[in-house]
């Protein structure tokens, strides 16, 4: 018997213009980088390390990939959030986060979720075409992680 376990994820950005319309909506793949992996692995042996907390968006392009441990161009003004929920149900794991007017402002093009409201580990990373989000909109990003 051969079983093969693997993460994968999506992640749906929606931006929202200064009254709540909607002006772009995008879902993409994202990438488990390494650390996350361990991060899952470790919680199932009972370490202490914190639980997802937080979101960042960012405004490098590189393509993600495994050994990534943060944002290439993280970093923004407000632009690391907490979550506003953090859920799982069955195999799947949800995470929402709320980037209100003024926070994580400019040419986004990356994000990724964080065990902290700085540094910390790094569950996945992934990159998207630039969602230009002016000063005065708002953007709400929901992350979705299945585990099959």
């Not at 994968?8 to 980088?33: A, C, F, P, Q, Y």
Request: hydrophobic residues 35%.
């Amino acid at each position: 018997m051969q079983e093969n376990i693997k993460a994968t994820g999506k992640l749906n950005i929606v931006l929202r213009d200064e009254n709540g319309n909607i002006k772009e909506e995008h879902t993409h793949d994202n990438l488990v980088v390494t650390t996350g992996l361990q991060h899952i692995a470790s919680r199932m042996a009972g370490t202490s390390q914190g639980v997802m907390s937080h979101m960042e968006v960012g405004t490098d392009n590189t393509a993600a990939s495994a050994g990534q441990t943060g944002l290439i161009a993280g970093g923004l003004t407000a632009g690391r959030q907490g979550l506003d929920s953090y859920t799982a149900s069955g195999a799947t794991v949800t995470a929402v986060a709320t980037f209100a007017a003024g926070e994580g402002t400019g040419a986004l093009t990356e994000a990724g979720i964080f065990n902290a409201s700085s540094s910390g580990t790094m569950l996945c990373r992934t990159v998207f075409p630039v969602v230009n989000k002016g000063s005065s909109d708002s953007m709400s990003i929901t992350w979705t992680i299945t585990i099959s």
